[in-house]
């Protein structure tokens, strides 16, 4: 008989990941909700209408399609069929597709109850995506992604508080990082400014790959999509720019005084840095010029965090689109958002072995099973036990002790409880540390109070 086995990119969690995954969603949670930000939720599945055409002819590639129900070959014929063409029998036999990223079914969710939703509109998602990817390591076919937006709001405030929220997420991870930011008015000042402003996406996408291929390479690839000497030439100072947040955007803005739309750009930037400014943010915010992100619909600030103690991708990123809804035909809401990677998060966190150790923690006390007259002496006191938010368990049958403390070790449980013919008659339990082997007769009320201590 085959070993079962799971689809490639796709992984199982055992109980001690998923506490460690369970406290990263909580902690993005906790501080998503922190700041105003309420949760959603939207089908694995939506229409290929809905997800086909968003993301350019690489992304339509990546989405898993879902055949139809029941007899899914009666809308083809045998010629269509013998033809082979799979884009165009795909179209036919499947109406649906997991959905790819948050991002597409959340401007759907906006547009279908657009009459319910008071605006702005400030939601958090943590759910599961698909990509029909090639599974390397790092990159997997289903994985999480936390995003958090405003929609219907032009304000810079949002911007301020989303870096606030990428600082205390990372923060109370003890995770330290540098946040990027750069805005996308700035990048088509550029474009202007060299005299190739219809080469504005090639530009940020070679640009965005300056960290992984180096300044030759880039500028290879930028000669490759048809950019002049000349203009490759003006744009070697710019995108090798240094000093500190104030003396770039003073250099970019001398740069582009000739572009209102780069202008435009350095303005944004000069208020979000002055609101940080006085808020006072823990972790690093750099101006990079460098920071492009590929995806085409960004319009105004975009972030990127790095991990500064590993090497690692991006951790977290998002900016600010302004037609996010145009796609589903209700054109000039503008909204910013970002989204936490929880997969690289999770791997951070354990090459710098940050987990907090009660985010690990299971069961805490354990009940020795000695048989039907005592374990109806202990249920009414794990009950109370329980009450008192203490993890505890019974060994569900009455086999040799040995079994049982074997039971406890390796499941990592500080405490057993022991209630047998003498401890019944005092109406107490012993409690036995596991760490330390000590034994104490105590009532119920003190278990309670030792074991609490102990966190």
Same mark, same amino acid.
């Given at each position: 008989?085959?070993?079962?086995?799971?689809?490639?990119?796709?992984?199982?969690?055992?109980?001690?990941?998923?506490?460690?995954?369970?406290?990263?969603?909580?902690?993005?949670?906790?501080?998503?909700?922190?700041?105003?930000?309420?949760?959603?939720?939207?089908?694995?599945?939506?229409?290929?209408?809905?997800?086909?055409?968003?993301?350019?002819?690489?992304?339509?590639?990546?989405?898993?399609?879902?055949?139809?129900?029941?007899?899914?070959?009666?809308?083809?014929?045998?010629?269509?069929?013998?033809?082979?063409?799979?884009?165009?029998?795909?179209?036919?036999?499947?109406?649906?597709?997991?959905?790819?990223?948050?991002?597409?079914?959340?401007?759907?969710?906006?547009?279908?109850?657009?009459?319910?939703?008071?605006?702005?509109?400030?939601?958090?998602?943590?759910?599961?995506?698909?990509?029909?990817?090639?599974?390397?390591?790092?990159?997997?076919?289903?994985?999480?992604?936390?995003?958090?937006?405003?929609?219907?709001?032009?304000?810079?405030?949002?911007?301020?508080?989303?870096?606030?929220?990428?600082?205390?997420?990372?923060?109370?991870?003890?995770?330290?990082?540098?946040?990027?930011?750069?805005?996308?008015?700035?990048?088509?000042?550029?474009?202007?400014?060299?005299?190739?402003?219809?080469?504005?996406?090639?530009?940020?996408?070679?640009?965005?790959?300056?960290?992984?291929?180096?300044? #030759? /390479?880039?500028?290879?690839?930028?000669?490759?999509? =048809? *950019? +002049?000497?000349?203009? &490759?030439?003006?744009?070697?100072?710019? @995108?090798?720019?240094?000093?500190?947040?104030?003396?770039?955007?003073?250099?970019?803005?001398?740069?582009?005084?000739?572009?209102?739309?780069?202008?435009?750009?350095?303005?944004?930037?000069?208020?979000?840095?002055?609101?940080?400014?006085?808020?006072?943010?823990?972790?690093?915010?750099?101006?990079?010029?460098?920071?492009?992100?590929?995806?085409?619909?960004?319009?105004?600030?975009?972030?990127?965090?790095?991990?500064?103690?590993?090497?690692?991708?991006?951790?977290?990123?998002?900016?600010?689109? #302004? /037609?996010?809804?145009?796609?589903?035909?209700?054109? =000039? *809401? +503008?909204?910013?958002? &970002?989204?936490?990677?929880?997969?690289? @998060?999770?791997?951070?966190?354990?090459?710098?072995?940050?987990?907090?150790?009660?985010?690990?923690?299971?069961?805490?006390?354990?009940?020795?099973?000695?048989?039907?007259?005592?374990?109806?002496?202990?249920?009414?006191?794990?009950?109370?036990?329980?009450?008192?938010?203490?993890?505890?368990?019974?060994?569900?049958?009455?086999?040799?002790?040995?079994?049982?403390?074997?039971?406890?070790?390796?499941?990592?449980?500080?405490?057993?409880?022991?209630?047998?013919?003498?401890?019944?008659?005092?109406?107490?339990?012993?409690?036995?540390?596991?760490?330390?082997?000590?034994?104490?007769?105590?009532?119920?009320?003190?278990?309670?109070?030792?074991?609490?201590?102990?966190?």
């Amino acid at each position: 008989m085959n070993k079962p086995s799971i689809p490639k990119g796709t992984r199982d969690f055992s109980p001690m990941e998923m506490s460690k995954r369970n406290y990263i969603f909580d902690t993005i949670r906790s501080v998503f909700s922190l700041y105003g930000f309420k949760q959603i939720e939207t089908p694995a599945m939506e229409t290929l209408q809905t997800l086909l055409g968003k993301y350019g002819e690489e992304g339509d590639k990546l989405l898993f399609k879902v055949l139809n129900s029941g007899d899914y070959l009666s809308k083809v014929d045998r010629d269509e069929l013998m033809e082979g063409n799979s884009l165009y029998l795909a179209s036919k036999l499947c109406e649906k597709g997991l959905r790819y990223d948050l991002t597409v079914p959340f401007a759907r969710y906006v547009v279908m109850h657009r009459d319910e939703l008071q605006m702005p509109f400030k939601r958090y998602q943590i759910q599961p995506v698909w990509r029909a990817d090639r599974p390397q390591k790092g990159r997997y076919r289903e994985f999480y992604q936390c995003d958090a937006d405003v929609v219907g709001s032009d304000s810079l405030l949002n911007e301020v508080e989303l870096v606030q929220i990428m600082d205390t997420v990372f923060r109370r991870f003890g995770i330290r990082v540098q946040i990027k930011i750069n805005n996308r008015k700035i990048l088509s000042g550029i474009a202007e400014y060299i005299g190739a402003a219809d080469k504005i996406v090639d530009i940020t996408v070679a640009i965005d790959k300056l960290d992984k291929i180096g300044i #030759d /390479n880039v500028n290879a690839e930028l000669a490759a999509d =048809g *950019l +002049s000497d000349e203009a &490759i030439r003006k744009l070697q100072p710019i @995108i090798s720019l240094s000093g500190s947040n104030e003396e770039k955007l003073d250099v970019i803005s001398d740069v582009l005084k000739h572009s209102e739309t780069g202008l435009k750009g350095v303005e944004e930037l000069r208020s979000i840095f002055g609101m940080l400014t006085n808020i006072g943010i823990t972790n690093e915010v750099q101006f990079d010029l460098t920071l492009a992100r590929g995806l085409n619909y960004y319009t105004g600030a975009i972030f990127e965090v790095k991990a500064l103690d590993v090497q690692i991708g991006s951790i977290t990123g998002g900016g600010r689109y #302004d /037609n996010l809804t145009g796609i589903f035909g209700m054109p =000039g *809401l +503008s909204g910013v958002g &970002i989204s936490f990677g929880a997969d690289r @998060i999770y791997d951070v966190l354990n090459a710098l072995d940050l987990y907090p150790k009660d985010a690990m923690s299971g069961t805490e006390l354990l009940f020795i099973n000695f048989g039907d007259k005592e374990t109806a002496y202990c249920l009414p006191i794990i009950k109370k036990i329980r009450e008192n938010g203490i993890a505890t368990e019974i060994y569900p049958d009455a086999v040799k002790m040995k079994k049982q403390m074997s039971y406890a070790n390796s499941n990592n449980i500080c405490y057993v409880a022991l209630a047998g013919e003498n401890e019944i008659n005092e109406d107490k339990v012993t409690l036995k540390n596991m760490a330390t082997g000590e034994q104490q007769l105590l009532t119920v009320n003190e278990v309670i109070k030792i074991v609490s201590e102990r966190r």
